[in-house]
């Protein structure tokens, strides 16, 4: 299992870093090249079958489709896709926190720590949207992408028997989901950020992989 899990991590390396210093681009229509970005979030669905529990594999299997209609330029498939995404890995994070003792200090820190992003989020970028149905699915979908923070983060604090460090490296990988998402939304509603698709697919590869590692069911 340990082998399969290094290929695994390898393999996405790899195809993360094919976003980053592309190769063999195609001429004229581009899409199916593009596609490419859909890549690692499909490697670690599928190869992490029986490595990770199913609500992440699901989790993974929603972030493939919503890169996928981020590359169709569908902005409402895209948030649909991840929201979805989300929900798995919150319902997962849940259950690994109802089968652990959960101190009321962490609770109320996560908690304040969490509705940092929330409010920034309330403030300056949803102010932004135009378009109210938008503007609606970016106020669920902020819930639901801090509702990832905040479970994993509990999660982390909450798993017991000495299981220390895996649960820390799926709450940094949410933080960096959080990082990625708030990043593409100011340069998308507030204000243009230069090379903000490298800070955002950056940050986004690194918390699939820090999730997926996070999760392993022979550590989680």
Known sequence: ??????????????????FFYPFMRPD????LFAMRLALPATILA????GLIPPLMTFGFVFCAIGDAMGVLNSFEGQMAGFALAHICFITYFIKSIRESKTKTPVLVST??????PLALAA????????VLPIRIGCCIYALLLTGTLWTSIVR???IENGRKLLPYI?????????VS?????????TSHIPHASIYIMTTYYAALLLLFIGTLKTQS
């Open 170 to 178: 799926a709450a940094l990988g949410g933080l960096l989901f959080l």
């Open 1 to 18: 299992m340990r082998t399969r899990t290094i290929i695994v991590v390898v393999v996405f390396l790899l195809a993360a870093e094919w």
């Open 111 to 116: 908690t304040l720590l969490c509705l940092i």
């Open 123 to 130: 403030l300056k970028v949803i102010p932004m949207v135009n």
């Open 28 to 31: 004229g229509d581009n899409t």
């Open 156 to 158: 982390a604090f909450s």
């Open 46 to 49: 599928l190869g992490g079958i």
């Open 181 to 189: 998402d708030f990043v593409l939304s100011w340069n998308k509603f």
